[in-house]
């Protein structure tokens, strides 16, 4: 298990790790996640995440670097959570106790993810954090898994 796992406010410089993360072939093979180019990305970060007073996000700590990042936003009556973590703190126990700790600070419930159906790793991750998987649903071509915290779909 992961030690040294904090949160904190997102800094201008944590972007440049976020971004090179979302480039990591694969991530994206896992995920099914277009990466952005540099400047989509970093428009998307400053008008909808940074920018929107009604997304919780943070930035994921290990050791003093920069991990990834946990987000919490509305879509719709509902509200999602997603994140993103370097592939060098996969399998570390670092999503585990980030999401744990993030969840203890987004209180909102019910709380929904929908990761693709082939991400086990995350679908593993949701479900160890108190997730239950309720259906899927389709997002373009990919078939997701709906898991929620705290209700029902």
Same mark, same amino acid.
């Given at each position: 298990?992961?030690?040294?796992?904090?949160?904190?406010?997102?800094?201008?410089?944590?972007?440049?790790?976020?971004?090179?993360?979302?480039?990591?072939? #694969?991530?994206? =093979?896992?995920?099914?996640?277009?990466?952005? #180019?540099?400047?989509?990305?970093?428009?998307?970060?400053?008008?909808?995440?940074?920018? *929107?007073?009604?997304?919780?996000?943070?930035?994921?700590?290990?050791?003093?670097?920069?991990?990834? /990042?946990?987000?919490?936003?509305?879509?719709? #009556?509902? =509200?999602?959570?997603?994140?993103?973590?370097?592939?060098?703190?996969?399998? =570390?126990?670092?999503?585990?106790?980030?999401?744990?700790?993030?969840?203890?600070?987004?209180?909102? =419930?019910?709380?929904?993810? *929908?990761?693709?159906?082939?991400?086990?790793?995350?679908?593993?991750?949701?479900?160890?954090?108190?997730?239950?998987?309720?259906?899927?649903?389709?997002?373009?071509? /990919?078939?997701?898994?709906?898991?929620?915290?705290?209700?029902?779909?």
């Amino acid at each position: 298990m992961e030690t040294g796992v904090r949160l904190r406010d997102v800094e201008q410089a944590d972007l440049e790790a976020f971004l090179a993360y979302e480039h990591d072939p #694969e991530a994206v =093979r896992r995920s099914r996640f277009p990466p952005r #180019e540099r400047e989509a990305f970093m428009a998307h970060w400053k008008a909808k995440v940074l920018g *929107d007073p009604t997304v919780f996000v943070q930035t994921v700590v290990v050791d003093g670097e920069t991990a990834g /990042n946990i987000v919490a936003w509305w879509e719709g #009556e509902r =509200r999602y959570i997603g994140y993103w973590f370097g592939r060098p703190y996969w399998g =570390r126990g670092t999503g585990t106790g980030a999401l744990t700790a993030f969840l203890e600070r987004e209180t909102v =419930r019910p709380l929904y993810a *929908d990761p693709v159906i082939g991400n086990t790793g995350s679908v593993r991750l949701l479900e160890k954090c108190g997730f239950v998987a309720t259906g899927t649903v389709k997002h373009g071509e /990919n078939e997701h898994v709906v898991l929620v915290l705290g209700g029902s779909a």
